[in-house]
Nanobody, 115 residues
Framework: QVHLVEYGGGVVQPGGSLRLSCTSS????????MGWYRRGLGKQRELVAT???????NYADFATGRFTVAIDRNSNTVYLQMDSLKPEDTAVYFC?????????WGKGTQVTVSS
């Protein structure tokens, strides 16, 4: 069974930065994508950013220009660098791995942006 382990959540002041990382317990070959989704309190889960193993990225509008997603194919790790954080970025952030046949999720890591 594939496990996704997330690191890097925490509390940060508005305008600050955090870096999330997520590593898959298994290596994959062929086309796949890794990325991040989030769910704020009382809200639905939404896309943050994804990246394929070929390097193609996709960002939500709110993430464009502030967040950067990157993948290390050798270690099956995806990173999310979040800068200029706002209180509305407060949410549980979930790692996702999408392959041709399966869709895997991490347990989530809390990000709180507060002064």
């Amino acid at each position: 069974q594939v496990h996704l382990v997330e690191y890097g959540g925490g509390v940060v002041q508005p305008g600050g930065s955090l870096r999330l990382s997520c590593t898959s317990s298994e290596r994959f070959f062929g086309l796949y994508a890794m990325g991040w989704y989030r769910r704020g309190l009382g809200k639905q889960r939404e896309l943050v950013a994804t990246v394929t193993n070929g390097g193609t990225t996709n960002y939500a509008d709110f993430a464009t220009g502030r967040f950067t997603v990157a993948i290390d194919r050798n270690s099956n790790t995806v990173y999310l660098q979040m800068d200029s954080l706002k209180p509305e970025d407060t949410a549980v952030y979930f790692c996702n791995l999408l392959t041709v046949n399966n869709d895997y999720w991490g347990k989530g890591t809390q990000v709180t942006v507060s002064s």
